[in-house]
């Protein structure tokens, strides 16, 4: 199961990693200050690719993961390829942004049966939900990154 680094509003639900605003111990000072500076990171990132691409925007909950991922990836090297783009101010192009492109919008078809996915999904949620697993996470997570630290 994935996660996200995460600040003190989130719930603790084991999709999120929240930093402790007042960390007792080395290890707990040092897992702060290293997700800190990470969850600042990818906040700055993702609010980049957020604001080029609408899909980034709405919610992911029911993508599969390699979906995701994909879709992410493909984001990520459409950013790359702009920015290099407009690092090419010699070339000016005149396109013309009112011509909108045909697009099937044909209706999805919906099953009102219950499927082995769904309950997969509702599984998934409670798993999500689960306070233990969400400590667990956390204190792997400071484990690791100690065990880092001390072979550096």
């Not at 957020?50 to 993508?63: D, G, L, M, N, S």
Request: with cysteine; aromatic share 12%; charged share 30%.
């Amino acid at each position: 199961m994935g996660y996200y680094l995460a600040d003190g509003i989130y719930l603790k639900w084991a999709t999120f990693v929240k930093t402790n605003p007042s960390p007792q111990g080395q290890k707990r000072k040092l897992f702060a200050t290293v997700q800190g500076a990470y969850r600042k990171d990818v906040k700055r990132a993702f609010g980049v690719l957020q604001a080029r691409f609408a899909i980034v925007r709405e919610p992911a909950r029911f993508f599969h993961l390699e979906t995701l991922q994909k879709i992410m990836k493909a984001c990520i090297i459409l950013h790359n390829m702009i920015v290099e783009d407009e690092r090419d101010d010699n070339e000016v192009v005149d396109l013309d942004y009112e011509q909108i492109d045909k697009v099937d919008n044909s209706p999805m078809q919906v099953s009102r049966e219950q499927s082995d996915g769904f309950m997969a999904y509702i599984k998934s949620y409670g798993r999500i939900r689960d306070r233990e697993i969400y400590s667990q996470l956390q204190l792997d997570l400071i484990k690791h990154l100690w065990q880092l630290q001390s072979k550096s």
